[in-house]
């Protein structure tokens, strides 16, 4: 049951360090061009908050989309391993986390 918990944890990581990676390449491009587009006479104004670009939208869209979709293969895992159980170890699930086996798979730890 750890080790379910863990390897789904390390798949959400690694899931959100990638896309994470992605934006920080795509802001450090964009970054590199309104350096260049600014001249040094110009008296630097504070920025205000805007949109980020549309490329980083795009990349926070699909972060979104594989985190519903893994969240969901992670719900179907804890299904299965549920249905594996005994009534024993059924009862140590509930033991463990104060809520029934099956509870626990739909929602998760």
Do not use: Y
């Not at 959100?16 to 104004?45: C, F, H, S, Y």
């Amino acid at each position: 049951m750890e080790q379910l918990a863990q390897q789904h944890k390390g798949e959400n990581k690694a899931m959100e360090d990638a896309i994470d990676k992605q934006i920080d390449v795509i802001e450090a491009a964009l970054g590199g061009e309104l350096a260049e587009a600014t001249q040094p006479n110009q008296r630097k104004r504070k920025k205000r908050n805007s949109k980020p670009p549309e490329e980083v939208m795009e990349l926070m869209r699909q972060k979104r989309t594989r985190k519903r979709e893994l969240k969901a293969q992670h719900k179907e895992a804890r299904a299965a391993f549920v249905a594996e159980l005994s009534n024993q170890e059924r009862l140590v699930v509930q033991e463990t986390f104060n809520i029934s086996a099956s509870t626990w798979a739909g929602r998760g730890a």
